[in-house]
């Protein structure tokens, strides 16, 4: 019954080698007016600095780096209300069993992206 895992876990391991300061690359997010997070979680997140990942390009296999937030997004994870995260986790069930075939195009990255950029709209 190794399908069934398919559909219950979905997660990507990879090297990341871990950033003491915050990107210059990132700046305007620390600065930006926004609702939430509060100050005091977004000068945490920028205190926890970010990662540096490795990333294939689709042209000629060639290997670059690419900027992730994965333990920042994780500490913003853990302000976020419970209904709030449901409506999340909901998107993405909806995503991964009605839209994905349909846009291909479309990663989970993207909603995380626009829930985190919606939460930010609100108190």
């Known amino acids: 019954h190794s399908d069934q895992w398919e559909d219950r876990f979905d ?3 990879l090297l990341a080698l871990h950033l003491n300061k915050w990107p210059s690359a990132a ?4 600065t930006r007016l926004r609702c939430w997070p509060d100050k005091a979680t977004v000068e945490k997140v920028v205190a926890g600095g970010g990662e540096l ?5 689709d042209q ?6 690419r900027l992730s937030f994965s333990q920042a997004e994780l500490l913003l994870a853990n302000q976020i209300h ?29 909603l995380k992206t626009i ?9």
């Open 115 to 123: 829930f985190l950029h919606f939460m930010e709209s609100k108190k």
């Open 27 to 30: 700046s305007a997010w620390s």
């Open 82 to 110: 419970n209904s709030a995260r449901d409506c999340y986790v909901a998107l993405k069930v909806i995503f991964k069993r009605k839209l994905k075939h349909i846009c291909p195009f479309i990663k989970t990255y993207h």
């Open 11 to 13: 997660c990507d391991l």
């Open 53 to 57: 990942v490795p990333k294939t390009l």
């Open 60 to 65: 000629d296999n060639q290997s670059c780096w």
